[in-house]
């Protein structure tokens, strides 16, 4: 079960009609925007690193943070609407942090903003995840090289553990679910 699934299965549990992954909104905010205009919306969670040097701890964290920060907007965006809107919704992917958590919880003041973070247990369990969805997709699908990325996958998750920790997220593993996301429940 990957983090999409996760997300699903969390809002049919509790009767949530809406789920949004954070990776479309990246796609639909980058179809109005060029890599000139936001490089790192241009990147993805794994790579922006390249942005700033080498794949060092520093750079891979900050990387994730300008990259989460690009998506943020369109976050905001579809989290006050569903509020306004009054709709229970998980808004899951990799792009959400603390700071973007804050921000929503601080912005949609009549809305209750509950925030978990699933982690894997071990680079062979991300392994196993990524071949789970790789496994999923169409044949005619593009290929993607997420493997190639599982040492830094979990450097951004080592930063998301340390983050949560620091301001109350909860973490759940792969004992309950299996793959790595933040989700926001509004």
Excluded at 47 to 72: K, S
Excluded at 108 to 122: F, N, Q, T
Aim: with cysteine.
């Amino acid at each position: 079960m990957g983090k999409s699934t996760a997300a699903i299965e969390f809002a049919y549990q509790r009767g949530i009609r809406t789920v949004v992954p954070t990776d479309c909104l990246r796609e639909t905010q980058r179809a109005f925007a060029s890599p000139h205009q936001h490089p790192a919306l241009f990147e993805v969670t794994h790579t922006a690193w390249q942005l700033h040097g080498p794949p060092t701890r520093v750079n891979i964290e900050a990387g994730f943070r300008d990259h989460a920060d690009a998506v943020a907007p369109a976050i905001r965006h579809v989290a006050a609407k569903l509020a306004r809107d009054g709709f229970d919704a998980v808004i899951e992917g990799a792009h959400l942090h603390s700071g973007i958590i804050g921000a929503l919880r601080t912005s949609l003041e009549a809305a209750r903003v509950h925030a978990s973070l699933l982690v894997v247990e071990s680079a062979d369990e991300l392994r196993k995840c990524i071949r789970s969805k790789e496994n999923a997709r169409t044949s005619f699908a593009e290929r993607k090289s997420w493997g190639d990325h599982v040492e830094i996958m979990l450097v951004i998750q080592d930063y998301l553990i340390r983050d949560a920790r620091e301001h109350g997220i909860p973490i759940t593993t792969t004992e309950e679910w299996s793959c790595s996301s933040t989700a926001i429940t509004l």
